[in-house]
Each structure stands twice: as structure tokens, then as C-alpha cells.
């Protein structure tokens, strides 16, 4: 057992240990290029098998993505599921597709960023008959932000403000069929409110 060494590690290790456990049960991602996820990401690589065997324990499962600099915590049945308003569901949607839109142009080395203003472009794309009010998309943005999916580089009340979109959102939406996620949107936006039938991770 991993964890019958847990007693070596220095007391500042078990700490700091304990709080990703807890960051990671309560936004379900840690973003590698996230500034205040970054060096929970390392001590998560370099104390792995740690991790691993505790959230075994407790039947979760992490998935490190290292080419992503993405880690994701689930729970095997599923216990753990964020059920999305139909709002949220579709700006989490438009966020994907803008990532992989601009992932196209983005150097290997660089974060996927878009504008706040892209978000409402796409809607009119998409041909969505319901816009997003601009309080319900501030509430989304925070939302993602919160679960480590994306980080505002400025007000982000503004048309202009940069959104860093990371890679934790490939693992949001498990599937990398960008036509599977069209779909999605076409199927969605066919309900007017109420609560969305989609779930994340």
C-alpha cells in the first residue's frame, strides 16, 4: 500500500496533499497552465501513486493527460455529474468548438484564447434562436472558471476581454468528435429553458 508511506512525507507535503484532494473533489479538473493550478499539477506528478490509491478508496478515479498538462477527477458511478442549465450547456458547447477552431492556428506551445465577444458570434453562427443575456453568460463564464476550464485575462463584462480556454475542457466533454458536438447544439437549442438533460463530469 502506497499510503503506508504517506508518514514519510514532510508535513508540508501531507498539507498541501490534502488540499488538492480537496480542490480536486470540488472542481473535478486541475489545469497544468492555470496559474493557481500549477503547482498542485507537479506535486500531483510527482506523488501520483499517492493520489491514485486514495481516490481509489473512495471509488474515484483521476486521468492524467500529460501531453494536455489535464487532470480529471470522476467518479466511477458517476456520483459526481454537474447537471448544467440549458444556458451553461451551450456556452460550455461554444467554448469547445471555439477551442478546437482555434486550436487549428495555436502554436503547440501556446493556450487556446478567444474574446468574449466570439461566444455571442458563434451564437448568431449557430443560428441558436434564443441569445444568451449577458448576466446568464457572466454567470457560465464564472462557473468554468471555477472548474478550471478557462481563465479571464481581464473585465470579462467586456466585448474585448481575452478568455484562455484550457485543455481540461477536452476531458469536460468527453468526446472529440466535433461534429458529435454540432449536434448537441442543434438538439439543445430546440428547448426553450428549464434545465438541461446534459451532464458533465
Known sequence: MILENFENLTMGQKQFFSEICNKLLASGFI????????????FILSFKNYFD???????????????QGAIHLFHREHKNLLHLKREETLVLLILRILYHQHLIATSINDNV???????????????????????????SLRLFRKYNLLEPLGDITQ???????????LQAINTHQINDIYELVGKISGHEGGQSDEETD
Request: proline share 2%.
Open 53 to 67: 490509491e486514495f481516490f481509489n478508496v473512495i471509488d474515484y478515479e483521476m486521468v492524467l493527460d500529460r501531453e
Open 31 to 42: 489545469a497544468r497552465d492555470k496559474r493557481d493550478n500549477k503547482e498542485a499539477y507537479y
Open 159 to 169: 466585448a474585448a476581454t481575452r478568455i484562455v480556454i484550457y485543455p481540461t475542457i
Open 113 to 139: 484564447v478567444i474574446k468574449v465577444d466570439e461566444i455571442h458570434e458563434k451564437y448568431d453562427a449557430l443560428e441558436i434562436k434564443k441569445k444568451i443575456n449577458k448576466t446568464d453568460l457572466l454567470a
